[in-house]
């Protein structure tokens, strides 16, 4: 496998007619690095990744490993010859070969001994935990199964690159947790570098070192999943990441550099705020911008706090197992979701006190 430091995307852009649909695209990925795009529908996560993979042309910026240009509108070094990996959802298998002659064909476009295209089809099928299946069609093997072939297709030609573009969404949800432990084993061991696409957050949480949180083509943030989680940088973020309540409010005063009061409805909420956002919410604050503040379901308490008291009344409840989650009104009919364990009985109709602890209140402007 020939090493490099990073692959370097930089200022790329891409129109589908006069929509811009990639703007401004900037990106480094260390070598071994996992990354995940992430995004809603249509958000251009694909269209990056196959720009990458070298399948549509660019138009403009430029894409780099060290110092070799693979595309800058004027240089263009054809997908073959990039020595990049691709997985699809759809597993793109050829359904009249065997697993074995699958895996085996890029080896033998590469016109190897017949020997090693068997040590290594065989190496690589171990990898994915099929090497009983050899034989077999991919008719005769299950979607997990099938996917799996497709990624020891990948692996076994020892990409620089692996570009999955939402490799498990065909799949059920057991198997999608096992194929997504089984994708993260196969990084930790062979540490190729992976650019992984998908829209599902959990997905991305759970096997990224970082995540590029995409929306309209535009790059939102780019953090570890513990900063994209804990610190959204706006509220398209937050809201992708779980921040259901979001609620446009009045920041009523600023207090010391890290006490904001909110004007909620009828009642005035306390939020502490984390220094990452301390000088976003004095500028929000200072400059009269509108506001918004969002909490996730889970971090709202039910019974009466320290502060942040407020009374709702349950509409809805839903039963998810592990947790209910609760829709209620306030007073001044603003919707609220609240999430706590099975074990918490109240029934729609009843009135019930929450409370919001402070830390737990992300500020927001609408510009953000
Ligand atoms: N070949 C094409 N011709 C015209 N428009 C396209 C084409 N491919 C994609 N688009 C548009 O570009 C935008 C980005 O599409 P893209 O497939 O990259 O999004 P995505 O985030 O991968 O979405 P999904 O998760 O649905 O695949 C969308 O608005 C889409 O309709």
């Known amino acids: 496998m020939r090493e490099f430091k990073e692959l370097r995307i930089t200022g790329l852009n891409k129109y589908y007619g006069n929509k811009k649909v990639v703007d401004n695209f900037n990106l480094t990925i260390k070598n071994g690095e996992f990354v995940t795009l992430l995004g809603p529908s249509g958000s251009g996560k ?36 990039r020595n990049f990996g691709m997985v699809f959802q759809n597993y793109a298998l050829f359904p009249h070969l ?34 009983e299946h050899v034989n077999k069609y991919p008719r005769q093997l299950s979607g997990g199964e099938q996917q799996r072939v497709a990624l020891a297709r990948c692996i076994v030609m020892e990409p620089r690159v692996m570009l999955l573009d939402e490799p498990l969404s065909n799949l059920d949800a057991l198997l999608r947790i096992e194929m997504r432990y089984e994708l993260k084993a196969l ?34 943030q780019i953090g570890t999943p513990e900063e994209i989680y804990s610190y959204p940088s706006n509220l398209f973020v937050a809201n992708f990441l779980g921040f259901r309540n979001i609620w446009e409010v009045k920041i009523l005063k600023l207090e010391g550099d890290n006490v904001a ?23 929000i604050f200072e400059n009269n911008k509108r506001a918004y503040i969002s909490v996730r379901p889970e971090d709202i308490e039910i019974g009466e706090g320290l502060e942040n008291n407020i009374e709702i009344k349950i509409e809805v409840i839903e039963y998810l197992g592990h947790h209910k989650q609760f829709w209620g ?40």
Not at 98 to 125: C, Q
Not at 261 to 280: C, E, M, P, R
């Open 187 to 220: 990084h930790e061991r062979l540490k190729i570098t992976t650019i992984y696409v998908t829209h599902d957050q959990q997905e991305a949480l759970a096997l990224s070192d970082r995540i590029v949180v995409l929306n309209k083509g535009k790059i939102q």
């Open 98 to 131: 065997s697993v074995f002659d699958n895996v085996a064909f890029g080896l033998r476009l590469r016109k190897l001994p017949k020997e090693v295209i068997k040590e290594k089809v065989i190496s690589a099928l171990r990898m994915v935990h099929l090497e």
């Open 329 to 368: 009104v306030t007073s001044d009919g603003i919707n609220i979701e609240v999430s706590k364990e099975s074990n918490i009985s109240l029934e729609p109709g009843d009135s019930v006190k929450i409370w919001i602890p402070p830390e737990r209140i992300l500020i927001f402007s609408e510009e953000d």
């Open 46 to 81: 694909s269209t990056v990744l196959n720009c990458i993979a070298g399948l549509i042309p660019i138009d403009g910026g430029s894409i780099y490993i060290d110092d070799e240009c693979l595309d800058d509108g004027k240089n263009f070094v054809p997908p073959e010859k």
């Open 261 to 283: 009061y909110i004007k909620f409805g009828s009642v005035n909420l306390k939020a502490t705020l984390q220094d990452k956002y301390k000088s976003h919410i004095r500028n």
